[in-house]
Structure formats: C-alpha cells, structure tokens
C-alpha cells in the first residue's frame, strides 16, 4: 500500500498541490486498504506533498479502520457533529492557506464541493480522478496475487453452477446454490450479481436470473465473479446441457475462435483497438457482426469494471501488468446466446489468464 501512496506523494509535489481530499470508498481501498461501504455519511483519505495522510470516517469505523492494514492516523465524527468543520480544522493544521485542492471531480458531489468551497474559499480546485484511473492501470505483483485467487475462486463457483444444472432447476436457483455454497466456504461477496441465463434468454447480454427453468438442449450462460482480499475476478461460460441446434453450436464455434484469437495477441505494444478488431472481424467473417454489441473487453481490479476499455478505435498501448478482461459473444434473439470470458494479466511476451476453466463446446451430461 505505501508504494500507491508514495506515487501518490510524489504526484503532489509534481504538480504542487498541497493536499488531495479523496472520498470515493473504492479509492480509499485502492490507496489505504481500509475498505468501507459508509452510505451517505462520508468517508475521506487526506494527502499531503510534505506531511502524513489520515483517514476520515464515521466514528462508528474509526476501531475498524485503525485495525486494517492502514498506518496513519484515523479521525472519526460523530452524526450530530458537522464532518466538514472536523476536517477541515484536521487539514488546517497541516497546511496553512490552501491554495492548490485536489479532488475526485468524477465522484465528489456538487453539495460536498460546496462545502469545501465554504471552507477553503481561496483554493483552487484541480481534479485528480484522471490521475487515479492512470495508477491503477498497472497492477503491482501484490494486487496480481490477490487477482489469481479471486480468479481460482470464480473456477470453484462455476463448478458448483454445472453440478447444480439439471432439468428443471430455474436460474435463480442454480445461483442461490452457488452464492450458498461460496458462504459458507468464506466467500463475503460477489464481484456482482451472479448472472445464469438459459436458453434463448441469454441473447440478453445483461439478463437478469429469473424462473425461467432449464430444458434439455439448453445452452445455460454463467457470469460471475468473487471478490478476493479486495479483488475482484470476472469469468463467462456458456454450459452446453444435452445437444442444443446446429446453429447454437456454430455460434459457439465463432465465439471461441474469437475469444483465443485476442487472447494468443495480447503482448505488450498492440493496442486495445487491435484486440478489439481481431475478434470482431472473425466474428462479422460469419456473419454475426451485428450481434456482437459490446466492446471486447474492460479492466479490473479492485473494481470490477476499470480501465482500459479493449475497444474499437482505442489507440491505447497494451503494457505489462494491465488486467482486463477478453469476452466476445454474439446474441441472436430467440436462437442462442453465447459469451466466453476470461480476464488476464499482461506478462513480459503475452499474458496469463485468471480463470482456467475449460471453454470447450462440451456436454456437461
Ligand atoms: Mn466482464
Ligand atoms: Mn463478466
């Protein structure tokens, strides 16, 4: 954690701004690995160029934050007090006159803004939230660690999923087994909300589970991931039950194609666009093109959805140590749907995935 928070440091001096007030709960994790879910109170990591950080919370948080793995001091408030008289009064005795604020202006709301207008009224006010999702592009071994067993977590879960299959059993049963099953194993939390969608009801690429029961012949579509040590995993398999059409086969068949060709060029120096480009073309090549409606694929980290966005166009340089996911799939309403992804992590000459579960076209009876 000390080595996001000295980049942190360091960007400050860089750009002389003499603190950063950071309140998106995901980024105080990124940076103090304190992790909380405050609801409308308000949480705050502080940063200063020349000084120690502190956390702001809740007092309720203040012994949990203290017991995590963050170092540095922890002021808390109560709910009648006023949180930005207390921090800014904190902040004031650090540094005097701010002139130079920044904040997370993709995330700090305008009610929030005001008050820290209000109480640094000669500041200027720069945005740091470009600077966080630049950071947080690069994963450090540590987080890469924490990625792999998020990754053997989301195997583990859709091997409970296929054992659950049978004719039947609706999708929002198949993922009650598999959220109970990963409870009482210590799993506190998906990446999010498992999706199992059966049949033709996954040519919805964004389905929600429902009673819909699965038949013989059915194709029955997993999405899931499990957060791990405050990492999250992202995997989609499309479980063949019995012998489904010929035509759902051959989707499969295309998806698959698509699906190895990204992954065999992913190497530091190609751009996300390329990637983007070679599963799309394959995947028009067979006349699906207009059924592939999303992007190829997205970072993760500690969010399950960060950047870089593998799309169209995108010009950006795939470097060692991006997560991000592969995922092409092709949805023809009322004839199948399939996806098949897999995120991974850039090496030195190519990359390595988090998920091993095998993507053959495979009956599971
Ligand atoms: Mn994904
Ligand atoms: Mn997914």
Redesign the pocket.
């Known amino acids: 954690m000390n080595k996001k928070l000295n980049e942190l440091k360091k960007w400050l001096k860089e750009t002389k701004t003499d603190c950063v007030l950071i309140n998106d709960p995901e980024n105080i994790a990124y940076y103090s690995g304190y992790k909380s879910d405050p609801h409308e109170r308000i949480s705050a990591l502080v940063a200063f160029p020349f000084a120690d950080p502190f956390l702001f919370t809740p007092s309720l948080e203040v012994n949990d934050a203290e017991n995590s793995e963050w170092s540095f001091s922890v002021y808390g408030y109560l709910d009648n007090e006023s949180p930005w008289s207390i921090i800014s009064t904190k902040i004031q005795e650090i540094i005097v006159g701010t002139n130079r604020f920044a904040i997370e202006k993709a995330f700090l709301t305008v009610e929030r803004y005001e008050m820290l207008l209000y109480f640094f009224e000669n500041s200027q006010f720069i945005n740091i939230s470009e600077k966080i999702q630049e950071m947080k592009l690069i994963k450090n071994p540590d987080e890469i660690n924490r990625m792999i067993e998020a990754g053997k977590w989301a195997d583990k879960a859709l091997e409970i999923g296929f054992n659950s299959i049978k004719e039947g059993i609706s999708e929002e049963e198949i993922v009650a087994e598999i959220e109970y099953q990963l409870k009482k194993q210590g799993i506190k939390e998906m990446s999010f909300e498992t999706m199992v969608l059966a049949g033709d009801h996954a040519a919805s690429p964004h389905g929600i589970p429902g009673s819909r029961k699965v038949k013989k012949n059915d194709m029955v579509l997993f999405?899931l991931?499990v957060v791990c040590n405050g990492y999250t995993s992202?995997?989609?398999r499309t479980a063949i039950f019995g012998k489904p059409s010929i035509e759902a086969e051959k989707i499969y068949s295309v998806v698959l194609k698509a699906h190895q060709a990204a992954i065999a060029a992913v190497e530091p120096g190609v751009t996300a666009g390329q990637l983007d480009e070679i599963a799309r073309d394959i995947i028009t090549k067979e006349g699906y093109g207009d059924y592939f409606t999303h992007r190829l694929g997205h970072g993760l980290g500690s969010n399950v959805h960060e950047h870089p966005s593998i799309m169209k166009d995108s010009e950006l340089i795939i470097k060692e140590g991006m997560c991000f996911?592969i995922?092409p799939g092709i949805y023809v309403p009322e004839v199948a749907g399939v996806r098949i992804?897999d995120c991974l992590y850039v090496t030195k000459n190519g990359c390595e995935l988090f998920t091993k579960t095998s993507t053959a076209f495979q009956s599971i009876i």
């Open positions: 999405d991931g992202d995997v989609t996911s995922e992804e």
